[in-house]
């Protein structure tokens, strides 16, 4: 079935620590997007990636999608106390015909120690 | 405020009642999307609807329905309600038809069952 795993599922870092939370999917995605949900808040979007391989860069965050369409990661550079939180990946699965509908990944949820 | 509303942002009720939950999606997107977060739970697919029409379904109880009205709000009805049904239940809109990616979120409906 349509599934997305994503490890681990919870991470304690110091401030400054680097951080990363990994997704997989059994079968090929569409596209994975990334959504970060606060304590108390909703989730928020992030990125979309598309493409085979895909690397994108919003300043200290660093988004791949794997070669194979299968897997990716979320590299976070010299975690701050503002990373805490939950993030998801989420997966749109080929052949479901383009309704837009995401799986989304158990999620990781972050703790910053200043 | 992220242009998605949800309404109520807390309800209370017994076991075997029914609730309705609404959700005015963005302006302008078709698209409206259900989900269910447990406590230490993901994301779990509920049902999407696009321009009054449902698209995709996920893992919703018989005991579940939702439908989207012609001014493109949406609601969904749970009934028979057990403890387990107790979660946050988030609705989310996107417009990819225009082009635009990710889903937004609204602050969600917490319902607890007693």
């Known amino acids: 079935g349509q599934q997305v795993m994503q490890i681990p599922q919870y991470q304690h870092v110091q401030e400054g620590e680097d951080f990363t939370t990994y997704c997989n999917s059994s079968t090929t995605l569409s596209n994975i997007q990334w959504y970060k949900q606060r304590p108390g808040g909703h989730p928020v979007f992030l990125i979309q990636l598309v493409k085979s391989g895909e690397v994108k860069k919003q300043k200290r965050l660093t988004f791949q999608f794997g070669e194979a369409k299968k897997n990716s990661s979320l590299h976070i550079t010299a975690t701050q106390t503002t990373d805490v939180g939950t993030y998801f990946c989420a997966g749109g699965f080929l052949g479901s015909g383009n309704t837009g509908k995401l799986i989304f990944g158990q999620g990781t949820t972050l703790q910053v120690k200043p | 405020d992220s242009g998605v509303t949800q309404t109520p942002k807390h309800l209370i009720t017994a076991t075997g009642q029914r609730v309705t939950l609404r959700c005015s999606p963005r302006s302008g997107d078709l698209s409206v999307y259900w989900y269910q977060q447990s406590l230490d739970q993901g994301l779990q697919f509920l049902i999407q609807y696009y321009n009054g029409e449902e698209r995709a379904k996920g893992n919703i109880l018989e005991r579940f329905s939702a439908q989207q009205f012609p001014d493109l709000h949406s609601e969904l009805n749970l009934s028979s309600l057990e403890l387990g049904d107790s979660a946050l239940y988030f609705c989310?809109?996107?417009?990819?038809?225009?082009?635009?990616?990710?889903?937004?979120f609204g602050s969600g409906t917490r319902l607890t069952v007693v």
């Open positions: 989310a809109s996107s417009a990819l038809d225009r082009g635009q990616d990710g889903y937004t």
